[in-house]
């Protein structure tokens, strides 16, 4: 098995850089490539780096075609904390892309139908984009973050390894978390599932590159990188992957060798 490459940079600002690069390098050698995107607030200076590469005309994405992890449940187009709309806001409304695509999360009124048929649906959601992403031959380049709990996408601690698209609910810590990092710390806002890809299909990437910064990611970066393989630290399965990078800061590294 592979190590992960790591590369310790200083701070987020030049975490953004690196990975920034890494991802413009991959679309110059295929100008067609198919990039998973996370949201969240470490893929923020991810997507300015992107953004200033576009500004500069050092980067082209008209033939790249991009698929988010995940959504928030029934949240989407319109709605002011949904992963649309920030994907939106940081990204799409700035540097082009062929298409891009986010989990639809929010496919009808849930109140003109039962929750059976209502989840009937969600379901058939999951597999439309499971097989979207097939269609466009799979993913070359997934970027994703880490909760501080090791998740990744809105795969939570768990016994069992996720396989495709699917409906989660949020671990206890991943709402907390969330409601600090985007709704004033109200717990009742923040949404308590979401429709995330699950890590059979992450692992399906060619490429994975995990991003991470702060003291507050540095714990979750151990157990990832130097704990055990379990599906308990979703982060840890990575390291099953053949061509895995890790970028973080210095204060995320403090408990690694
Ligand atoms: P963050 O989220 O980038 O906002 O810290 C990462 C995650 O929860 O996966």
């Known amino acids: 098995m592979k190590k992960p490459t790591v590369y310790c940079c200083k701070n987020h600002s030049e975490l953004g850089r690196v990975a920034a690069s890494l991802i413009a390098q991959q679309i110059s050698q295929n100008p067609n490539l198919v990039l998973g995107l996370p949201s969240g607030k470490t893929p923020i200076t991810v997507y300015q780096e992107l953004r200033k590469k576009y500004d500069n005309e050092e980067l082209d994405c008209s033939g790249v075609t991009t698929f988010n992890l995940d959504e928030y449940f029934q949240r989407g187009k319109g709605d002011a904390d949904s992963y649309y709309t920030f994907m939106h806001e940081r ?42 992403i097939e269609d466009c031959g799979g993913i070359d380049v997934q970027l994703v973050g880490i909760g501080s709990n090791g998740h990744i996408g809105f795969n939570e601690p768990s016994d069992e390894i996720s396989g495709g698209t699917y409906l989660v609910d949020l671990a206890e810590q991943t709402i907390k978390d969330n409601a600090e990092k985007f709704y004033n710390g109200n ?42 393989i379990t599906p308990q630290v979703p982060a840890s399965l990575l390291r099953e992957h053949e061509d895995v990078i890790f970028v973080i800061d210095e204060a995320t590294a403090s408990l690694i060798d």
């Open 91 to 132: 990204l799409f409304k700035y540097v082009p892309f062929k298409a891009s695509y986010l989990p639809n999360a929010k496919p009808a009124d849930p109140k003109e139908m039962s929750t059976s048929e209502y989840l009937t649906l969600i379901d058939e959601e999951c597999s439309k984009y499971d097989k979207l």
């Open 187 to 228: 717990k009742s806002e923040v949404p308590k599932s979401a429709i995330s890809m699950g890590m059979e299909q992450i692992m399906k990437a060619k490429m994975i590159i995990l991003i991470a910064n702060g003291i507050s990611k540095a714990k979750a970066i151990y157990d990832a990188l130097e704990g055990p």
